[in-house]
């Protein structure tokens, strides 16, 4: 028998902790952290070299959640933390929690450069349009004009574009998924997890307790399916409850049509993962209330990796240079005498 038929198949319990889940009851993080449990055995990944890695916010206390290792970081620095991870250790699994808040305020430097260099992280970031662990103050995603304790006559900021953002820095994955679609939530965890590279995916996180529904027009039964798309590589963008309407192109400009004699599948536009002036079209769909809101992956892309380059670079500098000497470096060629 080899060592692979010896290993013992894992399960969901096996990346169950034995902490307690925090979570204010109904809270959309019971159904992510559920749903990642679910998927990590069908990965065939040692538990020993899967690292999950917060900063701060209700999401954050993921990493105690899994039985794996994990770090429960500072305010905004998950993805600082992990590269140090990834490229110490390339062989690691490693994903980045985060929420909108710790993502894209005080971690928004950090992000983008995270997304821009492609060092190969799962980020998942949590997104409930508020502040939920300092109890209900407005965040870079909250709507504008919303009324909160840190807004109390609405906010007058304008709010990020998640996609946007994202798309921005040049990252090589984007993918939208939302915690009341456990299935969908699945695919595009396997998803990001199969992407070799930086994946970020947006999960539409409802806050129970301070930002209740805040995604009601894509969650309720009543409403949904006339208002969220699920794209798939290479089909018509078709949505509606009897799958009747469509996206098609004027211009650059979307529109909804309804599917009729005049109008058929070949008329629409075809998702294509690969395009990125197609996921930054997308992107802008949130922006319209004519237009359904897109989940599922917007766009996916292989380019070198920056742990990848980083490993090569040093191979070739010690081939041409040799392996360096500690104590010369510290020296240095120059020397200066103070008096």
Same mark, same amino acid.
């Given at each position: ?61 993921? +990493?105690? @959640?899994? $039985? ?21 250790? +390339? ?39 508020? @502040? ?19 807004? +109390? %006559? ?5 709010? %990020? ?48 307790? %301070? =930002? ?39 211009? %650059? ?30 992107? $802008? ?8 809101? +897109?989940?599922?992956?917007? &766009? ?5 990796? &920056? ?12 081939? =041409? ?19």
């Amino acid at each position: 028998m080899n060592e692979k038929t010896l290993k013992p198949t894992l399960t969901r319990k096996d990346f169950v902790s034995d902490q307690d889940v925090r979570w204010c009851p109904g809270c959309g993080d019971y159904s992510i952290l559920t749903q990642t449990q679910k998927i990590m055995p069908e990965f065939d990944i040692p538990k020993e070299k899967i690292v999950f890695v917060a900063g701060i916010g209700c999401s954050s206390r993921f +990493p105690y @959640y899994m $039985n794996t290792y994990g770090f429960h970081t500072i305010h905004g620095r998950a993805p600082t933390i992990a590269s140090g991870i990834k490229i110490s250790n +390339p062989d690691l699994n490693v994903w980045v929690i985060t929420g909108d808040g710790d993502a894209l305020s005080i971690g928004g430097n950090h992000l983008i450069h995270v997304l821009r260099r492609n060092l190969d992280l799962n980020i998942v970031m949590f997104n409930n349009e508020i @502040y939920g662990l300092t109890k209900g103050q407005y965040s870079p995603t909250s709507k504008f004009g919303q009324k909160t304790k840190s807004s +109390p %006559f609405g906010s007058i900021d304008m709010p %990020f574009n998640t996609p946007s953002v994202v798309l921005g820095a040049k990252a090589t994955f984007f993918a939208r998924t939302i915690d009341s679609q456990p299935k969908h939530l699945q695919y595009t965890l396997r998803r990001s997890q199969e992407h070799i590279g930086s994946s970020f995916i947006e999960v539409f996180q409802n806050c129970i307790i %301070f =930002n209740d529904k805040a995604f009601s027009d894509v969650t309720d039964r009543d409403v949904r399916d006339d208002n969220v798309i699920d794209l798939k590589n290479g089909e018509p963008m078709i949505f509606g409850k009897n799958k009747d309407k469509g996206i098609r192109l004027d211009g %650059f400009s979307p529109e909804v049509v309804s599917i009729n004699e005049n109008i058929s599948n070949d008329d629409l536009l075809v998702h294509d993962e690969k395009d990125r002036n197609l996921a930054s079209i997308l992107a $802008n769909f949130t922006e319209k209330e004519s237009l359904p809101t +897109p989940i599922g992956v917007f &766009y996916s892309e292989e380019k070198p990796r &920056y742990e990848e380059l980083l490993e090569d670079q040093l191979k070739e500098s010690i081939n =041409n240079m040799g392996t360096g000497d500690l104590n010369k470096l510290i020296a240095g060629s120059d020397s200066w005498k103070v008096s």
